[in-house]
C-alpha cells in the first residue's frame, strides 16, 4: 500500500470526503516530491497534486502516475473549489495544527466544503516508518556520524563552540546530506549544563566537557544525535555523572518497545538519575519522535500516557545538567519494535578523551 492509498483508507474511517495537505512535509509525505505553492487533495478514488508555473513540470515528471498534476495560482485558489464541487465533497479535512487563523479564514472562504481539523490522519500514518523510511533515516544517521568522526579533532585546536558548529554542519552537508535537520548545539564547560544552548564565542579548553547534538537530512528524512567528549582531561565527577547518564539511557533502550506508554520508558531512564540523586538535574523527556521532522510523533516522556507504535523512531536522549559546571547528554535513535527495539545509531558511546 503507497502512503497515498494509505491516506485514501483513512478518509473513510474519519467521515471525510477529501483530506487537503497544506504543510510542505505531509505533501512531501503523500507524494515524495518536495515543492513550496500549493496543495494535495486526496479523494476516496482519486488523488490530485495542484501547484503553480514554478514546480509544474517537475511535478508532472516525478508524481504523475499517481496523482492528477494541475497547474494553478494562489490568486485561483489552485482550482481546488472547481474540484471539490466536481467531486461533491461535503466534508473536506484540512491541517489544522498547520494553518494560521488568516489562513484559515481565507480558504474557508475559498472552499465550498465544510473544513474539518484533520491533522490527525497523515501524523498517525507518518508514526510508522516504513522499511524505505527507516533506510532513509539510517542514512541520514550515517552521515552524521561520518561528520562527528572528522569533526572531534577539530576540537583539541582552540576553535570556539560556532567554529565546531559550522565544521559540523560543513562535514554533513560534505557528505551528502541535503540540508541540516537543525542548528548544531556545541556547548562547552559551563554551556553544556544549558540543554539547548547557542554555540558561542566561547575556545573550548581542557577539562570541558563538549555537548555536541546535531543531525542532517537525507531523501527527505532527519537524524538526530548527541555525543559529549572530554577534551584534554576529566574530573572524577565529571567520569560519575556521565556513566549515570549513560546508564540511565541502557535502561531506557531496555524498556523500549512498541506498545509501552512514553512515560513507562521515560521512567526505566529517569529512576537512575533519581536514584543516583540527580531528579531535578534531568528536567525533559527521555526522547521524541524522528522521521520527516526531527520532532513529530508521540515522545517518550513523563507526562505521555499514549502508548508508542511499533515502527515508530524515537530519541534516547537523557541528560544530567549541573548550572555554571558542565553539561551531560547521549542520544541515540531508536526504531520501536513489537518485542523491543533496533539501535540505529553505531557511533561509540565510551567516554571519550580527546
Known sequence: MTRCQALQQ????????ALLLSSPVNRFYAGGFAFSAGWILILPQKAYLLTDFRYIEAARERCGQTFAVLEGTRRDAYGLPRLLKEHKVKRAGF????MTVEQFSFWKKQLPAKLIAASSIPDRARQIKT?????????????AEWALEQTLPFLKNNHTEKQI???LTYRMLSNGASAIAFPPIVASGPNGALPHAEPGDRIVQD??????DFGCVFNGYCSDMTRTVAVGGVADEMKRVYHIVLQAQMAGIAAAQGGIAGKDIDAAARSVIENAGFGKQF?????????LEVHEGIPASKDTEQCLPAGSVISAEPGIYLPGRFGVRIEDMLLLTENGCQNLTNAPKELMIL
Open 283 to 291: 528536567g525533559h523527556g527521555f526522547g521524541h519522535g524522528i522521521g
Open 10 to 17: 483513512a478518509l473513510g474511517q474519519a467521515g471525510l470526503d
Open 165 to 167: 558548529a559550522a565544521e
Open 95 to 98: 491541517e489544522d495544527r498547520a
Open 131 to 143: 522499511q524505505d523510511e527507516v533506510a532513509a533515516i539510517v542514512g541520514a544517521q550515517r552521515v
Open 207 to 212: 577539562g570541558d566537557f563538549v555537548v555536541l
